[in-house]
């Protein structure tokens, strides 16, 4: 299907060989005879994972599929590699990956490479090599070090002998143009691992530093190969690095690589995570249901502290009919007592959206595993703070109103029932006595009769404050919730329009022209984790707008799963399960 949807054109292959290396002019990638050249390239992945082979060869010859990529329009392949490929080359590629294939079995991996490689370039076809992750296996998640050079399984040294290895048995095939030094660099929280751009000359850690090292030891060998550069933040932010570019020895060979799929930032996965979270969508959305279960303990922690609020209030209300005191209160104290609570209400709403929103927002830029983007993420972070200290107020004027005026303005009209005793015991003391000490008893009763009706009034119009105030809120809270939604259903139409995609792709990748942005891997499935047409067009017409290079991932119809030691469908994949 997607094949047969616009891509942007390419400038076909390069049938001459003597056109090439390519060289970097601005924001494009020129021949030797300063003709523009276009890569349309594709994924082909495979040599990265367990079974050390490109994928399909089970299915369809070699050559078929290179044939096949070419039909297709693509004058270019990003080759991903693992370095256990380059170490372990002793390795026999199983039987299970080269059914079609029977003249490669009992084959090592590396063997199986340089095959893979001939046939593709014999076929003019450029070809740019990756390397893709340490260990040979599935790639990316935030906790894997595979998106850091220097990890437990190889050290930074090791990486660069690949690196060199590769450069130097291909130096003399033109048609190999480069290598793409490290797959989606990102930082490893949970192992405090942080990744700085030109802040140390610290080889394991700080990305320019171990770029300017294995630029130079490529052109020890290799001076005709681009240095494709990722960017960080699972190459994705270049802002850090275009304004401070690595030295390396390489005149016009740098080339930036980005990376962008349809579920990969917040912005393009917010209506999906919106809707889930009032249930309007059901799926395996497993980012907003954590945000989703953090909103939800928000909400009881708002519920316990308003119901607390509330008892208070019904007991001050009520406290007095148990023990027959009247509580009288003036009606400006009510007054201010409802507005107060009516405010802290108000606020408690108020900061939850904040919270909700800012947190669905922060999740997306937790999961781009990268501490440069910390503008955005503090943003978030005020976001929620600002939340916090709204409630909070509304908590203290609220309460503070309603308090501080009770205690100025009520009083208290009435005995208890020991006064009430004590006053009995000494009527009837009295009426023994004189006439007009009868009298005035009788005068008091009248006076407490009087009071009581008082009291009976002042706690009806109490009730009916109370009433009032219950309303009120109920309503403003249903009025907030759905301005709320309003905001939500907005922004939401908001990240599905070209002009987010285009401000926030091109403000992340710095498209000014100083350098080629190559973006190495894009694509949209059928997993339903966001995208669908409306994101593929509009990722077609931003690569046109800026007559970007281009690797789409991948052409694979299936991918290997080690678990279950079989194939899987790949929902990503240009070709289908029987390639």
Same mark, same amino acid.
């Given at each position: 299907?997607?094949?047969?949807?616009?891509?942007?054109?390419?400038?076909?292959?390069?049938?001459?060989?003597?056109?090439?290396?390519?060289?970097?002019?601005?924001?494009?990638?020129?021949?030797?005879?300063?003709?523009?050249?276009?890569?349309?390239? %594709?994924?082909?992945?495979?040599?990265?994972?367990?079974?050390?082979?490109?994928?399909?060869?089970?299915?369809? *010859?070699?050559?078929?599929?290179?044939?096949?990529?070419?039909?297709?329009?693509?004058?270019?392949?990003?080759?991903?590699?693992?370095?256990?490929?380059?170490?372990?080359?002793?390795?026999?590629?199983?039987?299970?990956?080269?059914?079609?294939?029977?003249?490669?079995?009992?084959?090592?991996?590396?063997?199986?490479?340089?095959?893979?490689?001939?046939?593709?370039?014999?076929?003019?076809?450029?070809?740019?090599?990756?390397?893709?992750?340490?260990?040979?296996?599935?790639?990316?998640?935030?906790?894997?070090?595979?998106?850091?050079?220097?990890? &437990?399984?190889?050290?930074?040294?090791?990486?660069?002998?690949?690196?060199?290895?590769?450069? &130097?048995?291909?130096?003399?095939?033109?048609?190999?143009?480069?290598?793409?030094?490290?797959?989606?660099?990102?930082?490893?929280?949970?192992?405090?691992?942080?990744?700085?751009?030109?802040?140390?000359?610290?080889?394991?850690?700080?990305?320019?530093?171990?770029?300017?090292?294995?630029?130079?030891?490529?052109?020890?060998?290799?001076?005709?190969?681009?240095?494709?550069?990722?960017?960080?933040?699972?190459?994705?932010?270049?802002?850090?690095?275009?304004?401070?570019?690595?030295?390396?020895?390489?005149?016009?060979?740098?080339?930036?690589?980005?990376?962008?799929?349809?579920?990969?930032?917040?912005?393009?996965?917010?209506?999906?995570?919106?809707?889930?979270?009032?249930?309007?969508?059901?799926?395996?959305?497993?980012?907003?249901?954590?945000?989703?279960?953090?909103?939800?303990?928000?909400?009881?922690?708002?519920?316990?502290?308003?119901?607390?609020?509330?008892?208070?209030?019904?007991?001050?209300?009520?406290?007095?009919?148990?023990?027959?005191? @009247?509580?009288?209160?003036?009606?400006?104290?009510?007054?201010?007592?409802?507005?107060?609570?009516?405010?802290?209400?108000?606020?408690?709403?108020?900061?939850?959206?904040?919270?909700?929103?800012?947190?669905?927002?922060?999740?997306?830029?937790?999961?781009? *595993?990268?501490?440069?983007?910390?503008?955005?993420?503090?943003?978030?972070? @005020?976001?929620?703070?600002?939340?916090?200290?709204?409630?909070?107020?509304?908590?203290?004027?609220?309460?503070?109103?309603?308090?501080?005026?009770? +205690?100025?303005?009520?009083?208290?009209?009435?005995?208890?029932?020991?006064?009430?005793?004590?006053?009995?015991?000494?009527?009837?003391?009295?009426?023994?006595?004189?006439?007009?000490?009868?009298?005035?008893?009788?005068?008091?009763?009248?006076?407490?009769?009087?009071?009581?009706? @008082? %009291?009976?009034?002042?706690?009806?119009?109490?009730?009916?404050?109370?009433?009032?105030?219950?309303?009120?809120?109920?309503?403003?809270?249903?009025?907030?919730?759905?301005?709320?939604?309003?905001?939500?259903?907005?922004?939401?139409?908001?990240?599905?329009?070209?002009?987010?995609?285009? &401000?926030?792709?091109?403000?992340?990748?710095?498209?000014?022209?100083?350098?080629?942005?190559?973006?190495?891997?894009?694509?949209?499935?059928?997993?339903? +984790?966001?995208?669908?047409?409306?994101?593929?067009?509009?990722?077609?017409?931003?690569?046109?707008?800026? &007559?970007?290079?281009?690797?789409?991932?991948?052409?694979? *119809?299936?991918?290997?799963?080690?678990?279950?030691?079989?194939?899987?469908?790949?929902?990503? *994949?240009?070709?289908?399960?029987?390639?």
């Amino acid at each position: 299907v997607l094949l047969s949807q616009p891509w942007p054109v390419s400038a076909g292959l390069v049938e001459e060989e003597r056109k090439l290396p390519l060289l970097t002019s601005g924001q494009r990638l020129v021949d030797q005879q300063g003709n523009h050249v276009k890569l349309a390239c %594709v994924n082909w992945y495979g040599a990265h994972m367990e079974l050390f082979s490109v994928h399909g060869l089970h299915k369809r *010859g070699l050559y078929e599929i290179v044939d096949d990529i070419v039909e297709a329009g693509f004058n270019c392949v990003r080759m991903p590699y693992s370095l256990d490929l380059t170490f372990k080359s002793n390795f026999v590629v199983p039987d299970v990956a080269l059914t079609a294939n029977p003249e490669l079995k009992g084959k090592t991996g590396l063997e199986i490479f340089h095959l893979t490689m001939k046939a593709m370039t014999d076929k003019n076809l450029m070809v740019f090599l990756n390397n893709h992750n340490s260990v040979a296996a599935w790639c990316c998640n935030a906790d894997s070090e595979d998106g850091i050079w220097s990890n &437990d399984a190889y050290s930074a040294e090791d990486w660069i002998v690949s690196l060199v290895y590769l450069a &130097d048995y291909y130096k003399d095939n033109k048609y190999v143009i480069g290598m793409d030094l490290r797959n989606e660099i990102h930082d490893v929280k949970k192992k405090g691992r942080f990744i700085t751009w030109g802040e140390s000359n610290d080889i394991d850690n700080d990305w320019k530093y171990a770029t300017e090292v294995a630029s130079r030891r490529i052109y020890e060998v290799n001076p005709d190969w681009l240095i494709i550069v990722s960017g960080l933040c699972f190459s994705f932010d270049l802002r850090s690095m275009v304004d401070n570019l690595p030295s390396i020895p390489q005149d016009r060979k740098l080339v930036w690589t980005v990376h962008y799929y349809s579920f990969s930032r917040w912005w393009t996965r917010y209506g999906d995570r919106l809707s889930e979270s009032f249930g309007w969508d059901v799926g395996n959305k497993e980012a907003w249901r954590r945000v989703s279960k953090k909103s939800k303990e928000w909400m009881v922690i708002v519920g316990v502290a308003f119901g607390a609020v509330v008892g208070i209030v019904g007991a001050k209300m009520f406290m007095g009919f148990g023990k027959r005191v @009247a509580l009288v209160p003036r009606k400006n104290s009510v007054m201010w007592s409802g507005w107060g609570l009516t405010f802290f209400l108000w606020c408690v709403v108020a900061a939850v959206g904040l919270q909700v929103g800012a947190k669905s927002i922060r999740e997306g830029y937790d999961n781009a *595993g990268c501490a440069i983007m910390a503008v955005e993420a503090d943003a978030m972070d @005020a976001g929620r703070m600002g939340g916090s200290v709204l409630g909070a107020i509304g908590f203290v004027v609220g309460v503070g109103c309603f308090f501080a005026r009770d +205690l100025g303005e009520w009083k208290i009209r009435g005995k208890s029932f020991e006064k009430d005793k004590e006053k009995g015991i000494e009527m009837k003391e009295l009426e023994a006595g004189e006439d007009n000490d009868r009298e005035r008893l009788s005068s008091a009763e009248n006076s407490d009769v009087e009071a009581a009706a @008082a %009291v009976e009034k002042t706690t009806g119009d109490l009730c009916d404050l109370a009433v009032y105030f219950f309303v009120l809120n109920l309503v403003v809270t249903l009025v907030i919730s759905f301005i709320c939604l309003l905001i939500a259903s907005s922004l939401a139409d908001k990240t599905s329009t070209y002009s987010m995609l285009h &401000d926030e792709l091109k403000s992340k990748w710095v498209i000014d022209g100083t350098a080629p942005v190559l973006v190495g891997e894009f694509g949209s499935g059928t997993d339903g +984790l966001g995208g669908g047409e409306d994101w593929w067009n509009q990722m077609m017409r931003f690569l046109k707008q800026y &007559d970007l290079d281009y690797a789409y991932w991948p052409w694979n *119809g299936e991918k290997w799963d080690n678990s279950t030691y079989e194939y899987q469908n790949e929902g990503y *994949g240009l070709v289908t399960v029987d390639w």
